[in-house]
DNA sequence: CGGCTACTTGACATCTATCAACCGGGGTGG
DNA sequence: CCACCCCGGTTGATAGATGTCAAGTAGCCG
């Protein structure tokens, strides 16, 4: 990988954790490295490891009996990768392109967990956060056109990957059309001819691996306009 | 309200609450009840008071400027009415028919949960399930054509009283074809029209404030026949 | 009984899925 | 080093599902 690993594995804790918990926490991971399209576990698997990102970009999805799918989530760096209390993984998650991970023993995550009532809380303010994360995308996903979704999409992981680190333009796209797809229940031609039409709204800019986002933010699409409109 | 109000305040503590727990648990939360159609909070609101449902539907949903709506889930009871983490309230609730509620306030609450691991613990696996819960309605409005949702939705329904109270023949359906119109994120006409050919197909049977359900089963549905036309 | 609201049904428009062909870049093997 | 192939992506034609607009019905409450 050429990116260096410096994220480090903030997890849960986020910022706000005790430094020694969080050395604490750091080592009980074994840092592990999943090559592109590695699968890292799939649904119903018991969960005896579980995993935090520290570099990269991976996809969560659920599998129905015909082969359909849906994208839950992309998690970023600082994710973790679904919550460690269920025994087995609710869904599937694999590598979008080379990712680094942490991973760690369950029971000895849980039993780190409840020791600190403080981590306690921090866990439960990300799952709280990621089912106010899940609840924003049934809104797009019940809600939306086509453009709708695509536009919103793009400004959500701009915003997500601006987070962590300084505004990139154009905007990295790792993950294929189908894996956006998925994420918007729609078809990966019409994500194809969503992204043109916007690129001839001119409100973004396709590159090779990546968007250029122009005259799109969060009060253009809270008014149904975009900037390159006004 | 004509139901007697014997539904406990299990709330997240489910059945593995400690009794001495739970007693102070009902101690801390004040009975209220609201009429049919009653807004109970609004999203964005301060969350000085949070809610556990004991007898009765909610509807919890999320509002675009525009005032399209999604419904993101219909609490029973024994469900709390969002996470009681956050200070403001991430999305609006409102009474489906008469409703039973215990309102505690949410600095109590807090304090009440943060005392006890065991506790905190059952918060965690709510939150978790409820995440479960979201991620499951995402594949359903990813991938589902109108009969698959409503099919779907008509058996987690029943599944859900089945689990608080005996089967019941017909199932209750308290809410209106609007709510499940943007639960499942389609119009109203189409969830009237699905219904009907469903109906058709000897599969449902519509009653006034309710449904029979005849050859639908998770069986069914995973692999898209009806017993019907078995 | 009247009027309101929820619901149903019909006709039509539109969007997106589907099927199919084609393009282009990167990697592999000759 | 070049040619080929494969995979991801784009573009086109068409059909079908669902949204939209509109009218009409049924049940409930005052």
Known sequence: ????????????????????????????????????????????????????????????????????????????????????????????????????????????????VQSSPNIMRRLMEFAAHELDMAQHQLMLLGNGSAEEKVATFLVNWRDRLAHLTNVLQPVPLPMRRQDIADFLGLQLETISRTLAKLEQKNVIRLTPKGVLLNGLDHMSLATGRTAAEV
Chains 1, 2 share one sequence.
Do not use: N, W
């Open 1 to 112: 990988m050429s990116r260096a690993l410096h994220s480090f594995p903030t997890l849960f804790c986020a910022e706000a954790c005790d430094p020694h918990e969080l050395r604490e926490l750091r080592q009980l991971g074994t840092s592990v490295v999943f090559p592109s399209g590695k699968t890292i576990f799939s649904e119903d698997e018991r969960a005896d490891s579980v995993f935090g990102l520290s570099d990269g970009v991976a996809r969560l999805y659920k599998t129905l009996a015909d082969g359909r799918r849906q994208v839950v989530a992309f998690p970023l760096p600082g994710d973790f990768l679904g919550m460690p209390f269920a025994d087995r993984h609710r869904f599937s998650a694999d590598a979008v392109g080379e990712t680094a991970l942490y991973r760690f023993l369950r029971s000895e995550l849980m039993h780190f």
